[in-house]
């Protein structure tokens, strides 16, 4: 079982729904990132948190550390949301990060 | 103020090749990661460094693959000996201390022919 699990692997939405991507890990942590890889293969960091919430624009992400969870919602979603997200923690005592294998967004119009 | 520059965009080997992966952190940025992603897979870590130090290079493998960061000039990844198994996206990521967020550069494309 790998240690950074997300759902769904694949979600499909039109334009204009709500999004929400979840992320549930095994491990200990001292910080979660919520990560966007595009079509071209760039990766942009979102979001880095170690608890509660916070908003960018369209995109909030949450966490619960007693439960081990991570949410990514994007509201109205858009085409140009369409990529790949990805949920990363890294452990107390270290430095690198474990990935989740992602999950693949698209948004038609 | 540019981003993490990697290049090259994409390399090209034959088996047995070195390959040699270049990243430039972005300014003031004193620590470098690597990652591998594989065909099909999930990002995976490689190598920590600072200026002239491996903090950690417990995701890189024993035989064939280094990292360095000197003083001055690039993060170099090399693999030697390249195996098709090697062909992958190796991305470079960049902060000012481990606790901000991470910047990526686009990754370098190794296919081994």
């Known amino acids: 079982k790998n240690e950074v699990e997300q759902s769904p692997q694949n979600l499909t939405a039109q334009e204009g729904e709500f999004i929400t991507i979840n992320c549930s890990y095994s491990?200990?942590?001292?910080?979660l990132h919520w990560l966007q890889q595009h079509p071209g293969g760039g990766i942009v960091s979102l979001f880095m948190?170690?608890?509660g919430k916070k908003k960018h624009g369209r995109l909030i992400a949450t966490i619960n550390i007693q439960e081990k969870h991570s949410s990514l919602h994007i509201t109205a979603s858009h085409p140009r949301d369409s990529a790949v997200y990805i949920c990363?923690?890294?452990?107390?005592?270290?430095?690198?990060?474990?990935f989740g294998t992602g999950t693949r967004l698209q948004v038609f119009p | 103020n540019a981003g993490v520059m990697q290049n090259p965009r994409h390399l090209v080997r034959r088996r047995g090749q070195e390959a040699r992966l270049r990243c430039s952190p972005m300014?003031?940025?004193?620590?470098v990661y690597w990652y591998r992603q594989l065909p099909e897979e999930g990002l995976k870590f490689m190598v920590y460094?600072?200026?002239?130090?491996?903090?950690?290079e417990s995701g890189m493998p024993k035989e064939r693959f280094s990292a360095e960061f000197p003083k001055e000039g690039p993060s170099i990844l090399r693999i030697q000996q390249v195996v098709r198994g090697d062909s992958a996206a190796y991305f470079c990521?960049?902060?000012?201390?481990?606790?901000?967020?991470?910047?990526f550069g686009n990754g370098t494309r190794l296919t081994v022919t």
């Open positions: 990363a923690v890294k452990g107390p005592n270290t430095d690198k990060l474990i």
């Open positions: 300014k003031g940025h004193s620590h």
């Open positions: 948190l170690s608890s």
């Open positions: 491990v200990g942590i001292s910080a």
């Open positions: 990521a960049s902060s000012r201390n481990p606790q901000v967020p991470l910047h």
């Open positions: 460094l600072q200026k002239e130090n491996i903090i950690d």
